[in-house]
Structures are given as structure tokens and as C-alpha cells.
């Protein structure tokens, strides 16, 4: 029997800094394995209903190579002779969307394409899931990782998929993003079986913003004395730090709080001389020490 992925999805780009990226859900086991694809500086893709996973690679090769997503899209479907039971969303670099829903693919499936995205489905309650996803990405700001999440989450409160829920992803994109900027996958977070998958995306996305999201100058503040002996305080609770509390961001001190930034995976949040304040209210949570103590 064939796979079947069927869901509802949008690939977008960001006007403000070249991220692009795909956001899915569907009543469909580890949907993220099947249809996101991008690659920094490129596109993105997702490919949908009796998914063609060749359509993920070979459209961002084609993109690559300097073609619209559109271009890309007619040369996709040209090769594929069940195109008509195809639904595929492209996206590439230039913010150029393209889209196309086979009259093959169960209803109620459909798409739009607007300025620098495409959104569709298939199996939905309705065509209303799809507006709703074009209509919330358009009047969403911020990062393009929450607008995508919120374009998914309006499609579900309207009808979503008609089978229910069961997974979601959410890939976006950015050169030098990844991990220690050793690759592009900026963000990419899967659920692959939940009740809610799109509200336990959004609690992954928050996860990432703590553990894997550079700082913000506005996130950084100096260590004065009051924080430095609440550092202390922690830092001796974990075993870190020996020391007193005397409240001077000292040699020792930074080389304990290293140690533990390294162990609770903070390291992207680690600066020598200032205190990324969102670190910070997460080891007060974390070990509730404060000055007091």
C-alpha cells in the first residue's frame, strides 16, 4: 500500500533575513520524516498525498541550480506520471512561491500561494483551514519559526486535518544556524505521535529558544555583586563552586558556571563577561537558590 501523508502544511520564506522553512501536521505517524525539506540560501519544500519524497531533494537541487520554485515545480510534476495524486509546496530563495494540489487527492484539498509562502491540504474538514493558515501567517510578526507555528495552529482550529491529529514538524533554515554553525538546520523539531502535536511543537520551540538560541544584546546584563553571589550560591548547590559567596565574578566562579552551563546544555547562552539573563532565570527555576540563602 502506498503512504498516504496526507495534512496541511506551509514553506515560506523571511523577508528580513533569508530563513526559510516548512511547518506540517497531519494524522499521519512522524510526518516530519516525509514531507519538510530545505537547505539554507535555496528553499524549501514539502511534498503531501501519496507523497513523492523525490520531490523534496530534487526540488532543492533544481533550486539549486538556479531554477524559480515554479520552474522546479512543472519539472517535478513532468517526470512524475502519478502527478495527479500529488500535493507539493515550493518556496525558493528569491521568496518566490509555487504550488500544486492534484485532482487526485482526497477532499477537501487545496492550496494558496502568497507574497513569499504556500499553504494547502489535503483530507481537510474544509477549505477554511488553509485560509485561516494564510490569513494568520500574513498578520503574524516576528521570527519566521513562530509564524509558521501560528499559521499551523490557526489551520487546526479551523477544521484541520478531518481524520485528527497525530504529528508535526517544523524545519526552518539559516547558513551557519545549526548547532555551533556547523550546518543549516537552524531549528528542527518533529513530533511524531501526540494527542496535540502542534501545541507540543510550540512547547519544543520554546525549549529551543533556551537551549539552542544565541543571545540578544537585549538578553545580556553585567554580573554586579548581588548576581554574582547568587551564581555562587547555585554553583555550590551543584557542586560546582567551593567557595564563599563573596560576590565577585571572579576566574573560579566563570570556570564553575562553565561547568555547568556545559552540563544543562547552555552553551549557546555562555558569555565570559555578561549573564544572558534568560540562562540565568533558568538555573534560578532549575536550583532555586537566590541571595538570601
Known sequence: M???PSTFSIVARDPTN???????QSKFLAVGSVVPWARAGVGAVA??????ATFGPEGLRLMAAGWSA??????????DHEAGQRQVLLVDAAGRAAAFTGEGCFPWA??????????GGNILVGEDTVEAMARTFEATSGALAERLISALAAGQAAGGDRRGQQSAALLVVRTGGGYAGRNDRYIDLRVDDHLEPIAELRRLLDLHRLYLTKSTPEELTA???TIASELQLILRQTGHYQ??????YDEATKKALWDLYAVENLEERWHNTLIDVV???????????SPQE
Not at 511534498?47 to 513523492?52: G, I, L
Not at 515554479?70 to 517526470?79: N, R
Not at 567557595?243 to 565577585?248: C, R, T, Y
Open 70 to 79: 515554479s520552474e522546479s515545480l512543472k519539472q517535478l510534476l513532468a517526470l
Open 223 to 225: 554580573v554586579d555583586a
Open 279 to 289: 540562562a540565568l532565570e533558568f538555573l534560578r527555576q532549575r536550583f532555586g537558590a
Open 110 to 119: 487545496g492550496h494558496i500561494i502568497g507574497e513569499g509562502y504556500a499553504c
Open 18 to 24: 533569508g530563513d526559510v522553512g516548512v511547518a506540517v
Open 47 to 52: 511534498t503531501q498525498s501519496f507523497a513523492n
Open 2 to 4: 502506498k503512504s498516504h
Open 243 to 248: 567557595g564563599e559567596a563573596h560576590g565577585a
